[in-house]
Nanobody
Framework: QVQLVESGGGLVQAGGSLRLSCLVS????????MAWYRQVPGKQRELVGH???????KYTDSVKGRFTISRDNAKNTVYLQLNSLKPEDTAVYYC???????WGKGTQVTVSS
């Protein structure tokens, strides 16, 4: 059974940082393209970025230069480092295995001004 569990969310002031983690079990993690999304209530889920099996990551324009996706295949974990956070980054952040139905339940990030 494939499971994804996000952690690391919380409340932070504008300009601050957080590191989110997503632990994956039940799949061949090293082969997966992993993605991070975020969602604000009442809005569509937005792709933040993704990272390939080789470690190359791509990002949506609004987070380029501030967010970094990385992975540790030995730990079956993908990370999302959030720096220079803005109030508009407030959302529930989800990880997923790209192209599949597998998603985590999300972790809340709240950025205060």
């Amino acid at each position: 059974q494939v499971q994804l569990v996000e952690s690391g969310g919380g409340l932070v002031q504008a300009g601050g940082s957080l590191r989110l983690s997503c632990l994956v079990s039940g799949s061949t993690f090293s082969m997966n393209v992993m993605a991070w999304y975020r969602q604000v209530p009442g809005k569509q889920r937005e792709l933040v970025g993704h990272i390939g099996s080789g470690g190359r990551a791509k990002y949506t324009d609004s987070v380029k230069g501030r967010f970094t996706i990385s992975r540790d295949n030995a730990k079956n974990t993908v990370y999302l480092q959030l720096n220079s956070l803005k109030p508009e980054d407030t959302a529930v952040y989800y990880c997923s295995i790209s192209g599949t139905v597998y998603w985590g339940k999300g972790t809340q990030v709240t950025v205060s001004s």
